[in-house]
Nanobody, 118 residues
Framework: LGRPVESGGGLVQPGGSLRLSCTAP????????MNWYRQAAGKRREWISS???????TYADSVKGRFTISKDKYKGTMYLQMNTLQLEDTAMYFC????????????WGQGTQVTVSS
């Protein structure tokens, strides 16, 4: 199975928007949860959002109401729409996908950098 590939990061001003993509065609139609994480410089990687096979979504409190996770199984891609970006959203963003028996096989992308700065 191939690793997921993130894209869509960049430099944006506070209050702006970005949409991240995670291309993972082997996983978007699977039976496992897909996740977005982020890691700011000098900090631990933190979970920010999940989407279940049923399309049920969950969010960390820090992004709830501003970020929206979704997936398009026909395009084999998961998305993270990020609105009202804040300085503290600056981080490397990673998608995590799972496969295998009991979803025990975990695959990470290489990450995409999001920088929020005025």
């Amino acid at each position: 199975l191939g690793r997921p590939v993130e894209s869509g990061g960049g430099l944006v001003q506070p209050g702006g928007s970005l949409r991240l993509s995670c291309t993972a065609p082997e996983f978007t139609s699977g039976n496992c949860v897909m996740n977005w994480y982020r890691q700011a410089a000098g900090k631990r990687r933190e979970w920010i959002s999940s989407i279940a096979p049923s399309d049920t979504t969950t969010y960390a409190d820090s992004v709830k109401g501003r970020f929206t996770i979704s997936k398009d199984k026909y395009k084999g891609t998961m998305y993270l729409q990020m609105n009202t970006l804040q300085l503290e959203d600056t981080a490397m963003y990673f998608c995590e996908v799972r496969g295998g028996l009991y979803c025990g096989d975990i695959y990470w992308g290489q990450g995409t950098q999001v920088t929020v700065s005025s």
